[in-house]
């Protein structure tokens, strides 16, 4: 755990770990290193989440880095534009779980002073979160079959298999096997060639696959074109998608579009992406990395705006430091209390 001080800012590293190795086709990790702000001024406290991801090319030195260099953007919490264009100034490119968890920070602390939730404060609709699905992560094949019984014995209706596996048939079927009546998303993690793609669109479609996340590398857009072109299964944007302004170009080669607090640079941007993807005739997924209650809270605020939910990050931690959060197996009520809802302890 390290701390540091800026002004009204502070900030605090923790290592939040999962209560199980989490396996990707990239990578398994059970140690993710989080970073939360604190902007307290005024009586009021608001705080925020950075939550990095290799993939997108931070890390929790970049985020340790990057901080003190852009905690002056957050002058006045209630200047939400200006934010963004100093945020942007200091930093054109890169680093968006910092910017994201400076944005949440100016947010909460908003919407604590005039005491209302932050989808109140932005004038959202209060409509029923979609059910989260639960994801099952790259392992053995007993284990993930164990990971999949147990999430549907508590109650979960929607799984998500992570894939990007020499025994990617296989491992739809035994999944299909132990929890027959779910609902089941398949990631890929853009770890698929396009004939190995191919291939794996009828065995997803027999079975009764929702969707499948990022099949192809992030770059191939013309790939992803191609295989929605021929695909009964609707195909779903996550590594291809970097920044508010990559929308427009993912429309033509995908169905829908995953957004992240944290990749995206926060939840207004990603308010903004929401819009332009409806705009564009998109799906919207409302997504999360391995993060605290506090990140998920951050999110759920949002997602009653989309067709699906993977807000699962913090259900597979063994030590979430936040708490607020009301779950009914993968049902996450909206959250009701002031900012975003989550408290810390």
Request: charged share 20%; with cysteine.
């Amino acid at each position: 755990m390290t701390r540091a001080v800026t002004g009204e800012l502070t900030w605090e590293t923790r290592e939040l770990h999962t209560a199980q190795p989490f396996g990707i086709a990239r990578w398994t990790q059970s140690v993710y290193p989080r970073t939360f702000v604190t902007l307290d001024s005024g009586g009021v406290r608001g705080q925020g989440e950075s939550a990095p991801n290799a993939f997108y090319g931070e890390t929790g030195a970049t985020v340790q880095a990057v901080l003190p260099l852009l905690a002056g953007a957050l002058e006045d919490p209630w200047d939400w534009d200006g934010l963004r264009a100093r945020l942007d100034a200091r930093m054109p490119q890169g680093h968006p779980s910092v910017k994201c968890a400076l944005e949440m920070a100016a947010l909460d602390w908003c919407a604590r002073r005039v005491g209302l939730p932050v989808w109140r404060l932005l004038g959202l609709s209060p409509t029923a979160l979609p059910e989260s699905s639960y994801t099952v992560s790259i392992a053995e094949l007993p284990e993930m079959r164990r990971q999949a019984r147990e999430a549907a014995a508590r109650g979960h209706g929607v799984l998500k298999v992570k894939l990007g596996t020499a025994q990617d048939e296989q491992i739809v079927a035994a999944l299909r096997e132990e929890a027959p009546v779910a609902a089941l998303r398949v990631d890929a993690n853009a770890a698929w060639s396009r004939p190995q793609a191919r291939r794996m669109l009828g065995v997803l479609e027999a079975a009764g696959v929702e969707f499948v996340e990022q099949p192809l590398a992030a770059g191939d857009l013309e790939g992803h074109a191609a295989l929605r072109g021929v695909s009964a299964v609707p195909i779903v944007a996550d590594e291809s998608l970097h920044h508010v302004s990559d929308i427009m170009a993912l429309a033509g080669a995908f169905d829908g579009v995953n957004l992240k607090l944290a990749k995206l640079g926060g939840p207004l941007r990603a308010l903004e992406a929401l819009r332009l993807a409806r705009a564009h005739g998109l799906g919207v997924l409302m997504g999360c990395m391995i993060e605290s209650s506090l990140g998920i809270a951050a999110a759920a605020h949002l997602a009653g705006l989309c067709d699906w939910a993977d807000l699962d990050g913090a259900l597979l931690l063994a030590d979430d430091p936040y708490r607020g959060l009301e779950w009914t197996a993968g049902q996450l009520a909206r959250p009701l209390g002031a900012g975003w809802g989550a408290e810390l302890g």
